[in-house]
């Protein structure tokens, strides 16, 4: 696997770490003085009941089921407090590892600090943690015995991606909706906004793009239609906006927001969260493109941490495992009619193939997130 390597001293991870009341036994020994305990694993998520959220969590399911752990969930709405707090939860109620996403990287050092002290091991989904923007977070991740990974999309070619669709279909004049300031994976969309539209103007000098600073939307439909309302009427001349996501609530509020003030149709809309009537919303003009069928980012956090616990995987002091997950993008209802086949209507995983993922190593579990598409998901059901 790809990993990210930094060297931490050892007086520096003494003061990091405080005091712990957990049983847990040293690292690489759990599973065997644990062996007759059942597996647990906590996941802290933003919701477990949004679009998005309920999707990760209907994967999570299958997959504790077919592993047979146990699972619990933790709702932290994106607030650091919160985010911080559930680490702290999760380990109080003695799991043996935990996936999280999480808003700021800054609180993963809380979050890694908790979990090294009472030896619960910890993997990241759909974030990682940036070695020149968070240095500090970095090196603590690096060097700890119980941080495994992160599990996360190229989200700078995404954003880029999504300006692409866009500017093709004809906007040039574009609005954005993020939903909270300062959260690590809304800043790499936008740098990919920044650079799609720098791209496309330097290579369409009579067609320029333009893009309007962000407004935040939170996580909720209400906060969500209110902040695409205030956009539209301080920019009525506005043909596109991006919701770069917040779990899919955000979106289905800028949604109704834009058809209740008669803008459907002529505001191309596209996000990063596929919703549950897309395809409905592209065969309506609702809808322009939208990017996502990630929802498997926090299954392949779940093996690293599941494989970390059981002994099967190291975890190294001077790195973590660095898992690149591929977008999907659906652009027609055509699109979408192959994506719910695979995706919706039924798991891209069955059972006997969860089971086998966690079998695999580093190196092949990487090679399978990598390769996991339409196609791929077609061809293991033939």
Known sequence: MKKAFKIFSAALIAGALFASCSKKTDVGTASKSDSAKKIKIGVSIWSSTDTLGSQCKRILDAAAKALDVDIMYVDQAHISEQVTASAETICAADCDGMIICNSASAEMTSVINTCTANKVYCAQFFRVIDQATNPSEFQLASQSPYYVGAVHENEIDNGKNLVRILAEKGSRKIALEGWEAGDATFLLRWQGYKEGVESWNSANPDAKVTLLDPQYGGTTSDSGRATAEAIINANPDIDA???????????????????????????????????????????????????????????????????????????????????????LYVASSEDYASYATYFVDSLPYNEKELVEMANLSESDLEAAAAKLSIEDVKSRRK
């Open 241 to 327: 906006l991006i919701v770069a996501g917040g779990g899919g609530d955000t979106l289905v509020g800028a949604l109704a927001a834009i058809e209740s003030m008669g803008k459907k149709g002529t505001i191309n809309v596209v996000s990063t969260d596929f919703l549950a009537d897309l395809d409905s919303q592209l065969a309506s003009g609702g809808m322009a493109a939208e990017s996502g069928g990630h929802y498997c980012d926090p299954l392949i956090a779940f093996m690293l941490v599941y494989n970390a616990i059981k002994g099967n995987y190291t975890v190294a002091t001077d790195s973590f495992y660095n898992v690149n997950f591929p977008y």
